[in-house]
């Protein structure tokens, strides 16, 4: 029976996860852009600012949604950098009175990955992890709010999961425009069933959380990630400039890593491409908006 697999699936990520047994686990469609909307509507309550780490496009995406309802802050850009940098905390402009403080753990265009959990202070904390989700262990109580798209790492694409501490997940913040759909204590009190679930993605989500439990948890995957990600970087940097990562070293993405050859020479990139389709490796391409290649290496790739 369905109820009992969405109970087993929400059982196993909490496990996981180590979700604390006060925080609410909500299983959202629309993805993690539709969070873009939800997070102010959420959120912002009597406030009318939120703060914005823009580490890359999906940070800026969120940023600029986030005007619809309110005034988003943005507590560091790394835009003039070309997103390949998180900048030091000392020039965070993070405001007290915010309503939150909103991050991308992982730009997947740009590379670009928090080694750490930031510190704001008593500002809540929201986290996109949609793609690197489940690659590592999460502090989820310095958290208010994490969601992520499963698509990358947990299952099909469809639901976006919202792990929600009970202070937001009781409407008393929630602006009146909020729409029903978008409603986080509706989503809670009605165990993400208020209307008809995504049901063949959630029952993929249960069986890889499974998976994950039998091959050792999120551990597995952390030290997975690590080992494919350095075997990469370490052929990129050992290349003598052949090949070139624009990310810095502290920055650096576990799971998307972008890189030119010769420069950004298009021509012997385009004959890469080309040649790695010949041993079965497709999507090599960098995202249409930054070119180059770009490697993309979530849970799914296999070492080999």
Excluded at 114 to 126: A, C, D, K
Aim: charged fraction near 25%; include cysteine; aromatic fraction near 12%.
């Amino acid at each position: 029976e369905f109820m009992g697999i969405a109970a087993d699936a929400e059982k196993d990520l909490r496990d996981l996860l180590g979700v604390p047994a006060d925080y609410k686990v909500v299983f959202n469609q629309g993805g993690a852009t539709l969070q873009f909307s939800a997070i102010p509507l959420n959120m912002l309550g009597t406030k009318t600012k939120a703060d914005y780490l823009i580490t890359g496009q999906w940070g800026e995406k969120a940023h600029k949604e986030c005007a619809k309802y309110g005034t988003p802050q943005e507590a560091c850009n790394s835009k003039k950098s070309k997103f390949t940098t998180i900048p030091n905390k000392a020039d965070w402009k993070l405001d007290p009175e915010a309503a939150y403080v909103h991050y991308c753990d992982n730009e997947t265009v740009n590379g670009v990955e928090f080694s750490y959990t930031p510190e704001v202070g008593n500002v809540p904390l929201v986290a996109d992890m949609s793609s690197n989700f489940m690659s590592r262990s999460i502090n989820v109580s310095k958290h208010a709010y994490i969601y992520a798209g499963l698509q990358k790492n947990v299952g099909p694409a469809g639901i976006a999961i919202g792990i929600i501490r009970p202070d937001f997940a009781d409407g008393s913040k929630e602006l009146k425009i909020n729409p029903t759909y978008c409603s986080w204590k509706i989503a809670a009190d009605n165990g993400s069933m208020y209307n008809t679930p995504a049901c063949f993605t959630w029952y993929v989500m249960g069986e890889y959380l499974k998976y994950t439990k039998k091959v050792g948890g999120i551990a597995y995957w952390e030290d997975m990630s690590a080992k494919k990600s350095s075997l990469i970087y370490k052929a990129i940097d050992g290349s003598d400039g052949f090949y070139n990562c624009p990310v810095d070293k502290s920055a650096r993405s576990r799971m998307n890593i972008p890189f030119t050859i010769m420069g950004g020479n298009e021509e012997v990139e385009k004959k890469f491409l080309e040649g790695a389709k010949k041993v079965k490796l497709f999507t090599l391409a960098g995202h249409r908006s930054v070119g180059g290649c770009r490697a993309s290496i979530y849970n799914g790739m296999p070492m080999e």
